[in-house]
């Protein structure tokens, strides 16, 4: 499954498109839309960007994990050279060390992450802070060739930004098609 990415000038542009991929059997699950005009897509019914899509705490949080396990390793490891008491560690004790201070970093890089834009929306804040539009389709392979097929002869006053062919991996790239 693929995230393409759309820019619609307009509201009421938005809305024609979300009710084109309607009738070409897109569900809103599979339909959202980020802008600065929430209330706007509130009192049309479309669907607006959840978090996942627009804060960027999972990719944040993963990175707190790996910098919490590296720390964790090196608290271990220092923990096992000093013996703080007096004793050794049983293993289930490094364990533990690596394992509370992975905890740690993630849910530091959460929060950190929930005070910024997901990186992948974020190419576009220039566009939406201007009061465009982000359509972000979720499409299978097959469905793809028929929503641009769509798009090209209904909407072309919307653009094609962007294809993500990873939209679960948070650190995958987008592949910009527009400038």
Not at 69 to 77: Q, S, Y
Not at 139 to 152: D, P, V, W
Request: glycine residues 10%; proline residues 3%; negative net charge.
């Amino acid at each position: 499954m693929k995230c393409i990415y759309y820019l619609s000038p307009t509201l009421k542009s938005t809305h024609q498109i979300s009710d084109d991929l309607h009738a070409i059997g897109i569900d809103d699950w599979f339909l959202h839309i980020h802008s600065k005009d929430e209330s706007g897509l509130v009192k049309e019914h479309l669907h607006s960007s959840n978090y996942l899509e627009s804060l960027d705490f999972i990719r944040e949080g993963f990175i707190g994990a790996a910098l919490g396990f590296v720390g964790g390793l090196a608290l271990a490891g220092l923990a096992a050279v000093t013996e703080p008491f007096a004793m050794p560690i049983p293993l289930i004790g490094y364990i533990g060390i690596v394992f509370l201070v992975t905890c740690f970093g993630a849910w530091v890089g959460g929060l950190t992450g929930t005070m910024q834009t997901n990186k992948k929306i974020a190419r576009f804040g220039d566009d939406i802070k201007a009061g465009k539009y982000l359509v972000l389709i979720y499409a299978k392979e097959h469905q793809i060739g028929k929503i641009k097929e769509m798009m090209s002869q209904k909407h072309t006053e919307a653009t094609l930004a962007a294809i993500d062919p990873h939209f679960l991996n948070p650190f995958a790239d987008l592949q910009m098609v527009r400038a």
